[in-house]
T-cell receptor, first 117, second 110 residues
Framework: GAVVSQHPSRVICKSGTSVKIECRSL??????MFWYRQFPKQSLMLMAT?????????EQGVEKDKFLINHASLTLSTLTVTSAHPEDSSFYIC?????????????FGEGSWLTVV | GDSVTQMEGPVTLSEEAFLTINCTYT??????LFWYVQYPGEGLQLLLK?????DKGSNKGFEATYRKETTSFHLEKGSVQVSDSAVYFC?????????FGSGTKLNVKP
């Protein structure tokens, strides 16, 4: 079964509103989680690295104030898309690093489809 | 920097045909290599992986061999099924970051 869960799997929001996506590690504690974005017919691009208890590290070109990342606990990271616009419509997927018995394995969530109308 | 290049799709095959999806990489050090599959409307699923040169990853009839000399990790399957229709991503892991190829869409017709 899934070891990393994302919620919601699909969300539609109005332009100008904010939407939050959650990423949870179910069977392990994850000090580090990652957020990716997939544009239509393109590959996944890393947006940011989320570190528990500290600020996220954003990749070049990703707006920190638009894509707010919070990693408040060892099992939860959230991505908030603020003041969403239609061009933010995309597939967002998280991953979490398990450094336990599995030996530094990274698991991906199921992804979240965001549509901004 | 690290990067992955994979063949563009879509690839359309008849059921039971042989599949090859090419993937080459550029990396510093010795990364782990992966193939992920994304079925329509779903997230990423790990298909197979290889962690060092000459390793062969295999799963569900798919295979890929980590070739350091050619910096390649081509995905193969001897006989594809309609249910294999999906987008396939080649990826490498550099420390904690994943670098993905652009994805190859596979359409298998009955």
């Amino acid at each position: 079964g899934a070891v990393v869960s994302q919620h919601p799997s699909r969300v539609i929001c109005k332009s100008g509103t904010s939407v939050k996506i959650e990423c949870r590690s179910l069977d392990f504690q994850a000090t580090t989680m990652f957020w990716y974005r997939q544009f239509p017919k393109q590959s996944l691009m890393l947006m940011a690295t989320s570190n528990e208890g500290s600020k996220a590290t954003y990749e070049q070109g990703v707006e920190k104030d638009k894509f707010l990342i919070n990693h408040a606990s060892l099992t939860l990271s959230t991505l908030t898309v603020t003041s969403a616009h239609p061009e933010d419509s995309s597939f967002y997927i998280c991953s979490a690093r398990d450094t336990g018995e599995s030996g530094n394995t990274i698991y991906f969530g199921e992804g979240s489809w965001l549509t901004v109308v | 920097g690290d990067s992955v290049t994979q063949m563009e799709g879509p690839v359309t095959l008849s059921e039971e045909a042989f599949l090859t999806i090419n993937c080459t990489y550029t990396a510093t050090g010795y990364p782990s290599l992966f193939w992920y599959v994304q079925y329509p409307g779903e997230g990423l699923q790990l298909l197979l992986k290889a962690t060092k040169a000459d390793d062969k990853g295999s799963n569900k009839g798919f295979e890929a061999t980590y070739r350091k000399e050619t910096t390649s990790f081509h995905l193969e399957k001897g006989s594809v099924q309609v249910s294999d229709s999906a987008v396939y991503f080649c990826a490498l892991r550099g420390f904690n970051k994943f670098y993905f190829g652009s994805g190859t869409k596979l359409n298998v017709k009955p």
